[in-house]
């Protein structure tokens, strides 16, 4: 897929006109995630959280592990996108980061572990209630 031409999106278009309204939008760096005034995301590119490289220009809901789903599905307040990752912060101040195929520091200093899929990162919800959260390339700062 070629996307040194701006293309424009027409499910995301439709979506800003329907009732769910475009609250946000963060980019990675083939990958773009659109928060919606309902509390859900939709992403579009190469999706950091599933083991494939194909692209897809069609929005597609974002996936969440089962076992997260009550906790984030609509409930996304704020999303921001690192280099190859990205973070949701839900209302009730919980954080979850979804990082690819490759090896991401787990909360204990030190060490470090390789996950396939999102998580929680529990240390962030006993530290406190995330206010406010950003990417940068491969970090994420919460303000607590």
């Given at each position: 897929?070629?996307?040194?031409?701006?293309?424009?999106?027409?499910?995301?278009?439709?979506a800003?006109?329907?009732?769910?309204?475009?609250?946000?939008?963060?980019?990675?760096?083939?990958?773009?995630?659109?928060?919606?005034?309902?509390?859900?995301a939709?992403?579009?590119?190469?999706?950091?959280s599933l083991?494939?490289d194909?692209?897809?220009?069609?929005?597609?809901?974002?996936?969440?592990?089962?076992?997260?789903?009550?906790?984030?599905?609509?409930?996304?307040?704020?999303?921001?996108?690192?280099?190859?990752?990205?973070?949701?912060?839900?209302?009730?101040?919980s954080?979850?980061?979804?990082?690819?195929?490759?090896?991401?520091?787990?909360?204990?200093?030190?060490?470090?572990?390789?996950?396939?899929?999102?998580?929680?990162?529990?240390?962030?919800?006993?530290?406190?209630?995330?206010?406010?959260?950003?990417?940068?390339?491969?970090?994420?700062?919460?303000?607590?």
């Amino acid at each position: 897929m070629d996307v040194s031409e701006p293309k424009q999106i027409m499910a995301i278009s439709a979506a800003i006109s329907d009732t769910r309204g475009l609250v946000d939008i963060a980019g990675g760096n083939d990958f773009s995630i659109f928060l919606f005034q309902n509390g859900t995301a939709y992403v579009c590119g190469r999706d950091p959280s599933l083991d494939t490289d194909k692209p897809h220009l069609s929005p597609t809901l974002l996936n969440l592990p089962s076992s997260l789903e009550r906790e984030f599905f609509g409930q996304i307040i704020a999303v921001s996108c690192g280099e190859a990752h990205y973070a949701l912060l839900a209302k009730n101040g919980s954080l979850l980061l979804s990082y690819g195929s490759f090896s991401q520091p787990s909360a204990d200093a030190g060490s470090a572990t390789a996950e396939m899929e999102e998580r929680r990162v529990a240390w962030v919800k006993e530290a406190g209630i995330v206010q406010q959260m950003v990417c940068g390339a491969s970090h994420t700062l919460a303000v607590i």
